[in-house]
């Protein structure tokens, strides 16, 4: 199968984001203006987030995400890909991407007991 058959299979278990901790995202575009990017952490997995941004994105870009709260202390920076875009409304698009690697267990444990994220796969 060639590689971008796989590129479009859904990464599972994804998690929701709990409402109570709130995380700062902001994105660093590599390749593009404008530079940086604040968003909304929609889910998250091990593999990739979905987020959304009032900047429409492109496919294949080169990011870096930072998720930040500072009350929790939680700090995580991740290179990642844009798989996908969507526009969901008006000024707000929605993109999933793949991060270089993997989430390590330990950090993904972090966010759920920091109550970044809930258990709910989704």
């Known amino acids: 199968m060639s590689g971008s058959y796989w590129q479009n ?7 929701a984001v709990n409402d109570a901790g709130p995380i700062e995202v902001h994105i660093e575009r590599l390749d ?25 994105m492109m496919k294949e870009e080169n990011i870096i995400l930072h998720l930040e709260n500072n009350s929790t202390g939680v700090n995580l920076n991740r290179r ?9 409304d008006e ?16 950090l993904l444990g972090e966010l759920f007991l920091n109550r ?7």
């Open 9 to 15: 299979i859904p990464r599972r278990p994804r998690y």
């Open 32 to 56: 593009r203006e404008p530079r940086a990017i604040v968003g909304q952490l929609a889910d998250f997995s091990r593999q990739g987030a979905q987020v959304y941004v009032r900047t429409p």
């Open 80 to 88: 990642a890909l844009v798989r996908w875009i969507r526009q969901v």
């Open 91 to 106: 000024d707000t698009w929605a993109f999933g991407c793949q991060f270089a690697e993997d989430v390590p267990f330990e």
């Open 116 to 122: 970044v994220l809930t258990t709910d796969e989704i």
